[in-house]
T-cell receptor
Framework: GEDVEQSLFLSVREGDSSVINCTYT??????LYWYKQEPGAGLQLLTY?????DMKQDQRLTVLLNKKDKHLSLRIADTQTGDSAIYFC?????????FGTGTRLQVFP | KAGVTQTPRYLIKTRGQQVTLSCSPI?????VSWYQQTPGQGLQFLFE???????NKGNFPGRFSGRQFSNSRSEMNVSTLELGDSALYLC????????????FGQGTRLTVV
């Protein structure tokens, strides 16, 4: 079945790196995504990776994809208080997105 | 370039009523998808429209319906509202089928009392 799993919480100190993990089930997914949601807001597309790639870097963000293990991760370098939010991974199935449960990232000074 | 616009932002309705939510996609985008977000079920796909046609539908009852107009704007309708329909309804816009990037609006917060 379709199931995307994430850990619920992550707490990091400001300036450290954060790593948010996700496992997905559909090996035929073409794209995998990371979205950010701040309180009371919609979803902000942070980055995405095509399924034939292993890694993608975009400024402070690094996405790693392990297709064999169906594992996706998002690394945020030099985490700031403004990074505090819920992060969702998602896989693309045909033309719909299947989302994980979200990981709440808390950044403390 | 304007983003995805959803109206209204907040809505309070009574059980049994119906509601219509609106989504204007990014200019030039032809695909619009709708998602429901609740604390219990998370983010769930409702339906997707492309060129005024519903192409994909999630596992929701027939009380949930939608449509897309020739200018790509989309509406979703929920009839006979139930308390469990209280949620954040999010609309996503993309260039078309098969395109990678999907951008979301701020959502409509629906509260059913």
């Amino acid at each position: 079945g379709e199931d995307v799993e994430q850990s619920l919480f992550l707490s990091v100190r400001e300036g450290d790196s954060s790593v948010i993990n996700c496992t997905y089930t559909d090996s035929s997914s073409t794209y995998l995504y990371w979205y950010k949601q701040e309180p009371g807001a919609g979803l902000q597309l942070l980055t995405y990776i095509f399924s034939n790639m292993d890694m993608k870097q975009d400024q402070r963000l690094t996405v790693l994809l392990n297709k064999k293990d169906k594992h996706l991760s998002l690394r945020i370098a030099d985490t700031q208080t403004g990074d505090s939010a819920i992060y969702f991974c998602a896989e693309k199935d045909t033309d719909k997105l299947i989302f994980g449960t979200g990981t709440r990232l808390q950044v403390f000074p | 370039k304007a983003g995805v616009t959803q109206t209204p932002r907040y809505l309070i309705k009574t059980r049994g009523q119906q509601v219509t939510l609106s989504c204007s996609p990014i200019s030039g985008h032809r695909s619009v998808s709708w998602y429901q977000q609740t604390p219990g079920q998370g983010l769930q796909f409702l339906f997707e429209y492309f060129s005024e046609t519903q192409r994909n539908k999630g596992n929701f009852p027939g009380r949930f319906s939608g449509r897309q107009f020739s200018n790509s704007r989309s509406e979703m309708n929920v009839s006979t509202l139930e308390l469990g329909d209280s949620a954040l309804y999010l609309c996503a816009s993309s260039l078309g089928r098969g395109w990678a990037e999907a951008f979301f609006g701020q959502g409509t917060r629906l509260t059913v009392v």
